[in-house]
């Protein structure tokens, strides 16, 4: 009997502790996995979802910069919770890998041109410094134009710019950090996206 109860206790105790190892293998594989944003990052720019360097650097030359009769509207309450279907639109990237986030959408209906960006998470300014917006025509005869500053309204920034001109070609968008300063020439880079 005692024989029988100890191989019966041992039969228990290596299936119980087979399971306990069990569990904590699958509680492992279901562990949160760190996110390299830097290799994202890497692959994005391969692939052409975000700017490479030389992108960067040509957009920051002064001739690329082209000008609109549009303007960057102050009132722009009706566009917070309005429906885009149908608008062109574009998801943010944060290519500085932080958590920032934005969508960008644009139309041309009856001879004007909307875009509407809402984005969150950005980095406080400081003081002297602020957000621009560019919508911009990439490759070989690259072209730029600022769509304004971004104003802060509660917890996101948005910028609405309308134009009579149709700026659709102007598939590309990004946001950058400025100073105060009269360069004219966008700084560094935020937030990027393709309009699709």
Known sequence: MKKAFCILFFTLALFGFGCAN??????????PKEINREQILTQAKR??????????????????????N???QTSFAQYIKKDFAGWNSAALADVTSGGSFGLAFSTFETGSYTLVVKMGNLPELSEGSHYEGWVVKRGNEMRVISVGQA???EDQFVIVFKSPEDLTAYDFFVLTLE??????????????????
């Open 22 to 31: 069990k569990i904590d293998t699958v509680k492992d594989e279901n562990a």
């Open 47 to 68: 692939d052409g979802l975000i700017m490479d360097d030389n992108e960067i650097e040509k957009m920051s030359d002064v001739s690329v910069l082209q000008t609109t």
């Open 70 to 72: 549009g303007k960057n």
């Open 151 to 153: 104003i802060k309204n």
């Open 179 to 196: 100073s105060n300063e009269t360069d004219p020439s966008p700084s560094s880079h935020i937030l990027e996206g393709t309009f699709r």
